[in-house]
C-alpha cells in the first residue's frame, strides 16, 4: 500500500470540508508570489505569509497570485478562507489525483488540469497537477513544484505584451494555452518514441520491445485521461456563457479548444498505431518460429533418411549379398546423393530454401 | 441451480406486491437501529420490534434508521406499510440482485448501491446490497449485514459535526459520500494487483497468471456494472430537481458524481491494461516456445549430420577405402569438427547463441 | 433452402395485405379462450369458432382473448376484422420471425416479442413469439404454441388477486412481466453454462469445449437480440404517453424496464465472459503445445548427443586407438553421463524440468 | 486502373451541372415504359422516345414511368429538363456508385438505393442501382438493367389489386417495399453461406474456408453499406413530414423502416458470426499443429532411446563384457521393452494418446 | 527531434497574435493571383507585392485572390491585416499540421483542409493544406504549393461557365468540390493497393506484405483524420446558416457533404479489410508452419522406428540368433516396409498427405 493508499483510505468517511495533502510532497517550501497589473503600472512581490497577498484582492488591477508547492495546508486554507472558496474547491486542489475538469462557483470559476512537460534526462513525461481560480479581476493558480513554464509568460506581462491591456479572463486563457502548447511537445515525443519502436519491432522483435510497446501504451492512456476531460473543461468555459468571461475571449479559447481536439485526435492516433506495432510485433516472434522451424526441418528431413540408409549397412546380417559388392559403398553414396538432391529440389520448390 | 435461482424461479410470474427476500441471509438477526438529531439534541436507540421506530417519523428532527439484515421480511413490510413506501420499493430493497438505481416516489427518494469493502484476509473484495429512502425529515438505510462502514459518521453526528447543522438531504449526501470514499481503496486494491501481475507476467507467464488475469477482468467487469449505473443514480439526484434535495445540497452531490467518474475512468483504464496483460502473458507463451524450439534446433542441427558421418563409418561394406587409411578416424573427427563450427557460427549470426 | 425461407421467398412482393403464417407449425390445433373479468365477475371460455368470442368486445369488463397457435390464418383474419386490427400488424402477429417491437394504432396498442423457456431434457432453451393487443377494455393475446407460463396467472386472476381491482393495461403490464421473469432464468441457466465452461476450459480445453463457447456466444447474440428491442418497446410503453396506458401504471411498466436493463447488462457481461473464456482456451491450446515441445526437446536433446557418441565408436576404421583401451567402453558410459547430467541441469535452470 | 476510376478521374473538377455514366453499362438499350392509372383506368406503354413519355406528366392518374439503362446520358437529360429534376439530382441517378439516400427537392423526392439478387448460377450476389423520382402523381424509377423484380408488382396494378385504389406515394412504399423483401432473401442466402462455412471450419479448417470466410465478410461488410443508409433514407421519409407523402402511406413506410433494421440486425449478427468462424477457424489450425506435434513427439521420445540403447552396443570396443554375455542380446530386448511401456504409460497419463 | 518539432516548440507559450509557419517549405517563392470576374467581365492578374491586391477587396466583382506558399509570413500578415483577418485565423493559415475546420468569424467564414492527390512517380500520397477565407465578395485560398488541381476551374470560369452567373460562395463550393473529387481518386488508389495486398497474401505471405499492411493501416488512419473533420466542416457550412452562403449554394454544398459521406464510409470499410487482411496474413504465417511440421514430422516418423530397426541389427552381441538367420536381412527389409506402408497408411488417413 504506498503513502498515496494510505491518504485515500485516511480520507475514507471524513467529512468534506476537511482539508488533507493527497498525493507526493513535490517542493520544499510553500511559495507564494503576486504580480498586480494594469496597461501602466506593474508590481511583482514574493509574499512570506498569505496574509500579505490578502490586499491585492480588490484592487482594480489584474491580480496574479502564484503558489508553488501544495503540502501546507493552513497556508491554502486561509487564502481560501479571505477569497471566500467554496470547501469542496480547496479540496479539490489539494488533491493531485484529480482529473481535469472546470467547475463554477458562485463568485469564481475552478479549472484544475495537469500539466506535462518531457524530462530529457530521464526520457519519461513529467506531470504536474495545476488549478486556477478565476475571480472578478483576480486569478489564483496553484502548483505542486516550483515552475518554469509560466516565465515566459511573466516575461511578456513586465515587457507590456498585449496582455497589459486585456482584463484577467485573457490571462486565464494565456495560462491554459501554455499548458496545452507544451501538450503538442509531448505528443511529438511519443511519436517519435512510436517511429523508433516500429523500425525496432521490424528488425529484431525482442523482449525489451515488448516492454517498450505496454510502456507506450499506458502513456497514452495516461495522455488521454489527462486530455480528454481538459478539452470537456475548455469547451465548457467557452460555451458556458459565465459573465466571468468576456465574449472576446471566447474566441481564443475556442482556438484551444481545438487545439485539444488536435492533441487527442493525435493521442487516439498514437493509440492505433501501437496496437499495429503490437500485432507485428507478434507476427515477428511467429515469423521468427516459422524460420526456426524451417531450419530444423531441413536439416532433419535431409540427414534422418541418410542416417537410415548408413544404418541399414550397419547391420551384421551374415547374408547380406550388398555388403560384398565392389562398388556397393560407392553406389550407396550414389544412392545418398540422389535422396539429397532430390530434397533440396523440393525444398526449393516449397520456397524454403 | 443455485438458491438464489430458486428464489428467482419461485418469484417468476408472481405479483410484484408479493414481498421475497432474493439473495444470501448475511445477518444473522434484523437491527433496527434510530438516530434522530438536530443542531442541539441527539437521540441514539436500538429497537427490539418495527413499531418502536414510528414515533420517529414526524419529529421535526432528522431521523436516520438503520437496518441491518434484509430475510425478515415481516419486520420490513411493516416498516414499509407506516412510511407508506411502494410496494415496488419494498421489493427492489430485498432483492440483493438489484442493480444500482435512483427512483423517485411521490412521497420519497429511493437509492439502492453497492458498497464494496477490501476483505482482507482473503484478499478479495465484499459486496454488500445498501438501499436508502429519503423521506421529507427521515432516511431509512437497510444493510444486508451489519456494517462498520457508517460508524466514522455515526461518530461525528454525535459530535456535533457539522451534519447536525444540515437537513436531512446532506446526510444522505454523507451516506452516499462514505460509500463511494471505498470505492477509492478497492480501486487502490484492484490497481495494486495489476501492478503485480503485470511484473508476474514479464518475468514468468504460468498457469497461474492466467487464472488472476481472468480473476481480475470479471473483477473489473463487476466494478463497472456496479460504479456506472451508481454515477447515473447520483446524476439524477443532483440535476433531477426533486424537492427532497436542498440546492446548497446539490453541489455536494455533484462532487460525489465526479469522484464516480473518475472511479469509473480508473476502472476502464484497469480494464485496458487487464487486456494488454492479457497480450503480454500470450506473446510471453509464444517466446517461451520460441527459445524451446531454438534449443531443439541447435541441438538437432548439430549432431543429426554428425551422427550422419558416423554411421557412414559403421557401415560393414567389404570396400570401403577410408577404413584403411591410417589416419582415416581422425580426419573424420577433423570434418566433424569443421561441420560444428560453422553450425555455430551460422547460429551466431541467427541470433539463436 | 429451409421451410421459412420458402415462406419468405413466397412473400416478396406480395402486397401488405395478404396474410400468411411465416414459422413452423407448433401447435396442433388453433384454440381460442376467453377470460371475462371485474372485480365481482369472472367468466371463463373456450371458444370452438372465432364468432363466439366477438361478444365480449363492447362488455364493460376486463377481457382477455387468448389464441394459440398461428397458423390458421383465417380464424385470425375474422378476428383481426371484428377487432378493427391493421392489416400490417396481423401480418407481424403471423410472422414469427419478427423482432420485438411496439407499436401504437389509432385504436390499439400492439407488442410483439419472444417468451423464452429452459428446456431441461434437451439443455437449451425454447422460444416462441407471443404478441399482445391492447384495446380499450380488452387484450388478445397470441401465441405460437399451448403454453402453460400465464396459467399462474389465470389462477392468480380467477382466486380474486389484486389484479381483478385494476384495469386491462395492468393485465398487459402482468402479461409481459411474466414474460421478463422468465428471462432471469434463462441468465441463470446460461450464466452456469458459462461457470463450467470456464473451469472445463481451465481444465482441459478440448474440441468439444471450442463447441460449447461457439454455441453459448451465438445463444447470448440471440439472447440480446430479443431482448435489447423489447427494452425499448417497453420504454416507449411507459415513456409514450398512450391514452390506454393508465398512469398508475407507468411505475409498473418501468419496473419492467429495470429488469429488463439489468437482463441486458448480465447478457452483455456474459458475451464479455465468453470472449475471455475464448481467450483462456486458445492459451490452453498454446500452454499444451508448449508442453509437448519440451518433452520433446528433452528427449531430443539428451538423446541425441549420447547416440552420436555411441555412433562414434561403432565406426569400424581400423585404426581407433580408444576401441583397444581397457576401459574405453566404460570411460564412454563416463561421458555420457557427464553429458546426461549436465543437460538435465541445464533444463532445471531454465524450468522445463 | 478501372473503367470506373476512369470515369471517376475525368468527373474531378467538372462543374455539377454536367452529367457523365458512372459505372458499368448493363443494359443493351434503354426501355422506357409508362404506366398510367386510376381506380378504374389503365394505360401500359413502351416509348421509343423520351418525348412520347411527356404527355403523362400533367395527367391526374398516377403514372408510373420506368426506365431500364442508364448509360443513355441524352434521354435522362430531356425527362430531367421536362420534369423540372435538379442537375444534382441527375448526376446521382446516373453514379451507379453512390450509397442509398433520400432527398427532398423542392418539387420532388429522390431516393436511390441498391436492388440485390441471388444470381443462384454463379452463387453470387447481385446488385444494381435504383432510384426513383416521387412528383406529386407521377413516379419516374431508374434502373441498371432490365428487371423482373417489380413484375409481380406490375401484374397486380393491372389486375386491379388494393394498388389501384392508392395514390402515388403508396406506389413508391410498394417499390421501396418489393425491394426490401428481396433483401431477406439474401440474409437468408448469406446465412446458409454462414451454417455450411461453420460446419466446413469445424470438420477441416483448409485454406479454401479461410478465403469463404474473407469472402463472406466482404459479403457482409458490403450488405451493412447498402441497407444502413437505406435505412435512414426510409426514416427520413416517413418521418419528415414531406408533403408528398400522405399520413395513411406513413404507417406502410415504418413497416419497410422495420424490416431493414431487421434486415441490419440480421447483418450485424452474421457479421459477428463470422468473426467467432474465423476465430474457430484458427483454432482449427492451432490444434491440428498441436496433433502433428503429438504424433512427432510421441515417435520421437519413444524411438530415440531405444536407437540409443542399440547403437550402445553397436560400439566396437574391444572390452565390452555385455557383449558376450549369453543372454545379453535378449536383455537389451528387455530393456528396450520396459522403456517403451514406460513411454506409453507417460503419454497416456497426459492423454496424449 | 525534427524541424516541425523545433517550430512547435518554440510555439510554446508565444502569444497567439505572433504569426509563424509551421511546416516543410514548399514552395520556392510566394505566388499572388487574382481573378475578378462577373457574368460580362473577367480580369486575371498575377501580383508582385500584396498590396495590388488590395484594390480589388471592394470591387462588386466576384474576386478570387490566391496565394502559393506559407513561409512568407510578412506577405500574409499584410494582406490579413487589409482584409481585417482575425489573428488566430492567420496562424491555422500558417500552421499546416492544422486539422480540417470550420470558423466563423464576424465578417469571414475560415475553412481550412487537406488536399490530396496521387503522386504516381512514387506510388504515393501527396498532402497540402489548403485554407479559404470567405468574405461578402471575396475568397482568399491559401496553398502550400503552386498547384494544378484548380486549373480546371481557372479554366472554366475564364470560358464564361455557369459559374460567372453565381455569386461567390459558389465559387467557394467549387473549391471544395475539386478538393473533395480528388479523395475519390484517392480511395480508388487505396482500394486497388487492397485488393492487390490481399491476392499477394492470399499467395506468399512474406514479411514485405506485412510491412506493406502496416503502411496502408497507417494510410488509412490519415485518411480518415483528413476527412472525417472536413465533413463536419462542410456540415456547418450547409447547416450554419451563415448569412455568407446562399440558399441556392446550400443544396451544393449538402452534395459535397455526401461525398465525403461516402469518402468515409470507403475509408472505414478499407479499414476492415485491411483488419481483415492482416488475420489473413497471420493465419497464412501459421498454415505454412503447419506445413512445415508436418513435413517433419511425417519424414521422422517414417524413418526413426526404421532407423532403431537398423540400430538393432547392427549391434555386436555374440548371441543374435537372427544375424545368422539365412534371410534375416530380408526379413527385416519386409519389416521396415511393412512399418513404412502402414506410416504412409496413417498420414494418409489424417490427410497429411
Not at 526520457?123 to 478565476?134: G, R
Not at 475571480?135 to 518554469?148: A, K, L, V, Y
Not at 511467429?286 to 526441418?297: E, H
Not at 559388392?325 to 520448390?349: A, E, N, Q
Request: charged content about 25%.
Amino acid at each position: 500500500m504506498t503513502d498515496t493508499t494510505k491518504n485515500i483510505s485516511k480520507k475514507a468517511g471524513l467529512p468534506p470540508g476537511v482539508l488533507m495533502h493527497v498525493g507526493k510532497r513535490l517542493a520544499d517550501n510553500v511559495r507564494i508570489s503576486v504580480i498586480d497589473y494594469n496597461a501602466t503600472d506593474y508590481i511583482e512581490k514574493t509574499c512570506k505569509t498569505p496574509e500579505e497577498v490578502f490586499e491585492y484582492r480588490d484592487t482594480k488591477n489584474v491580480t496574479w497570485i502564484n503558489i508553488d508547492g501544495l503540502h501546507d495546508v493552513d497556508t491554502i486554507a486561509k487564502i481560501g478562507e479571505y477569497f471566500d472558496l467554496h470547501p469542496l474547491l480547496l479540496e479539490d486542489v489539494l488533491n493531485t489525483k484529480h482529473r481535469p475538469k472546470l467547475e463554477e462557483y458562485d463568485n469564481c470559476l475552478f479549472i484544475t488540469l495537469k500539466a506535462l512537460n518531457v524530462d530529457e534526462e530521464n526520457n519519461d513525461i513529467n506531470s504536474e497537477q495545476m488549478s486556477f481560480v478565476l475571480g472578478p479581476n483576480w486569478i489564483i493558480s496553484f502548483q505542486e513544484r516550483e515552475g518554469d513554464i509560466f516565465d515566459g509568460l511573466r516575461q511578456r506581462i513586465k515587457e507590456k505584451g498585449t496582455i497589459r491591456q486585456k482584463s484577467v479572463d485573457y490571462l486565464l486563457y494565456r495560462l491554459i494555452d501554455t499548458v496545452v502548447d507544451y501538450y503538442f511537445l509531448i505528443t511529438e515525443f511519443v511519436s517519435d518514441a512510436t517511429i523508433d519502436l516500429e523500425e525496432r519491432v521490424f528488425e529484431e522483435p525482442d523482449d525489451d520491445a515488448l516492454k517498450e510497446i505496454h510502456l507506450l501504451k499506458k502513456r497514452l492512456a495516461n495522455l488521454r485521461k489527462i486530455t480528454g476531460p481538459l478539452r470537456e473543461a475548455v469547451l465548457g468555459l467557452y460555451k458556458g456563457g459565465n459573465k466571468l468571461i468576456k465574449q472576446s475571449t471566447e474566441r481564443y479559447l475556442q482556438d484551444v479548444y481545438e487545439h485539444l481536439i488536435q492533441v487527442n485526435e493525435t493521442v487516439e492516433g498514437q493509440r492505433d498505431t501501437v496496437a499495429s506495432i503490437m500485432d507485428l510485433y507478434m507476427t515477428g516472434v511467429s515469423n521468427r518460429m516459422n524460420q526456426v522451424m524451417q531450419v530444423l526441418t531441413i536439416i532433419a528431413t535431409i540427414f534422418i533418411p541418410l542416417t537410415f540408409i548408413a544404418g541399414i549397412y550397419g547391420m551384421n546380417f551374415d547374408n547380406m549379398p550388398e555388403l560384398h559388392w565392389k562398388y556397393g559403398y560407392f553406389i550407396v553414396w550414389g544412392i545418398m546423393s540422389v535422396v539429397t538432391l532430390f530434397m533440396i529440389f523440393y525444398f526449393r520448390r516449397k520456397k524454403w530454401l
